[in-house]
Antibody, heavy 116, light 108 residues
């Protein structure tokens, strides 16, 4: 199984863009699918979207207008950008990977707080 | 969108007892692409069961999954102290991928 590690600012101002990076190690990105999942404090899990090794994306309709997921297989990284954030976007953000759509490997998560 | 409803919301049991968790989908989960995850406090979710019935690598055999179509079950035959956690079901058959609301298994 690959290892994943999220990184990015822990604090983002309202209306700005949240940007996170996930570094993949212990395997190649060229065969799998890569997703972002978030979890507001004390609440359940919400799938944000995924990107295939070929660059095809699929987003949660509830976030689609604000989300961009991209990847750089040469650096074994993939990325999340979420625009026009509000307090409702405060959450633990996890990056995940799997040989299909199933997220079978997870990073430890990074907490992002939206506040001025 | 496939909505997954988990029940009960909270299960209060003692170590050694059997736990039975339910996950019901609003439409057929094709190819039984239904998974179960365990989440302990402060940790990322961990894959337990995939394709409804298959244990992930390293998962003890006291965990088992069953079901098909729209009704799925996770069973824990004898609860160990480390099994008290929140469990989520998740479907990967249709986008958007969705999770159930979770079942908390707590110590009675």
């Amino acid at each position: 199984q690959v290892q994943l590690q999220e990184s990015g600012p822990g604090l983002v101002k309202p209306s700005e863009t949240l940007s996170l990076t996930c570094v993949v190690s212990g395997g190649s990105m060229t065969t799998d699918y890569w997703s972002w999942v978030r979890q507001p404090p004390g609440k359940g899990l919400e799938w944000i979207g995924l990107i295939s090794y070929g660059g095809s994306t699929n987003y949660n309709p509830s976030l689609k207008s604000r989300v961009t997921i991209s990847l750089d297989t040469t650096k074994n990284q993939f990325f999340l950008r979420l625009s026009s954030v509000t307090a409702a976007d405060t959450a633990m953000y996890f990056c995940t990977g799997g040989s299909g759509w199933l997220p079978d490997s997870w990073g430890k998560g990074t907490l992002v707080t939206v506040s001025s | 969108e496939i909505v997954l409803t988990q029940s009960p919301g909270t299960l209060s049991l003692s170590p050694g007892e059997r736990a039975t968790l339910s996950c019901r989908a609003t439409q057929t989960v094709t190819r039984d692409y239904l998974a179960w995850f365990q989440q302990r406090p402060g940790q990322a979710p961990r894959l337990l069961i995939y394709d409804a019935i298959n244990r992930a690598t390293g998962v003890p055999d006291r965990f088992s999954g069953s079901g098909s179509g729209t009704d799925f079950t996770l069973s824990i035959s004898r609860l160990e102290p480390e099994d008290f956690a929140v469990y989520y079901c998740q479907q990967s058959s249709h986008a958007p991928l969705t999770f159930g609301g979770g079942t908390k298994v707590e110590i009675k």
